[in-house]
């Protein structure tokens, strides 16, 4: 897989070069590039935002250098031989990202994420940018942060996770929170004492069928505490 990430920060991605997914982008496995945008700025000072029009506080971004970096990283519409890009922008406005959507995007060939700043991004870039791709608004949560860099960062760690042979074990992938629509069971290793805190008996009994209802129970009891909205199907 392709994902091209466009930034004003791109040092905020140099975590992406730690751990599973640094390990997958030294095998090939994906192929990672990240961009600053005012590289595609013609002026003196690399300006990347305006003042609205219509008035209002802050500052939004110019489509200049946006309708330049699309082009040059998701190439002509009409070069054909690659699958269109899946173009994301990170925005509080967007659809919820959910263990569904890192499912659904994990199987594109390229994304392009492109992260805001400040008030947003001029409406016209998503609408110049569905002339190369499909383009997706997505926000992480119900709250707002400063840009979207944050937000990418999540994102692309759980799509690059999904991508065949960047973890580990597959098995891993199947017994984790949201996989099943249930928060995962709870966890424990050695010592079976700690703290005289023991280990669930059922544990140790070598019943692996047991063990499986006792889990199954466990998930159904957390998700019923934490996050009922998963159970009323209201996720
Ligand atoms: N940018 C600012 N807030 C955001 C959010 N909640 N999700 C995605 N992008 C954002």
Request: hydrophobic share 40%.
């Amino acid at each position: 897989m392709r994902i091209d990430v466009v930034s004003i920060f791109p040092s905020y991605f140099d975590g992406l070069t730690l751990s599973l997914l640094g390990k997958a982008r030294d095998s090939g496995i994906l192929d990672l590039d990240v961009h600053d945008l005012r590289d595609w700025t013609g002026d003196r000072h690399r300006t990347v935002d305006d003042t609205p029009y219509g008035g209002g506080a802050g500052m939004v971004m110019k489509p200049e250098p946006w309708g330049l970096a699309l082009d040059a990283l998701a190439g002509s519409p009409h070069a054909g031989a690659r699958e269109r890009p899946t173009i994301i922008f990170p925005s509080p406005a967007g659809e919820v990202f959910r263990q569904s959507t890192a499912r659904e995007l994990a199987t594109r060939d390229h994304l392009i994420f492109g992260c805001g700043r400040y008030e947003g991004i001029d409406e016209r870039v998503f609408e110049e940018a569905a002339e190369l791709g499909e383009v997706r608004l997505i926000s992480l949560g119900d709250y707002v942060l400063n840009g979207g860099e944050v937000a990418v960062m999540a994102m692309v760690e759980a799509i690059g996770r999904l991508i065949p042979g960047v973890v580990g074990n597959p098995e891993s992938l199947v017994e984790e929170s949201h996989e099943d629509g249930l928060l995962e069971y709870p966890s424990y290793t050695k010592p079976a004492v700690w703290r005289d805190r023991a280990v669930p008996p059922i544990l140790l009994s070598g019943n692996h069928g047991a063990i499986a209802t006792w889990r199954r129970e466990q998930q159904l009891e957390r998700t019923r505490l934490r996050r009922p909205d998963l159970l009323a199907g209201d996720a």
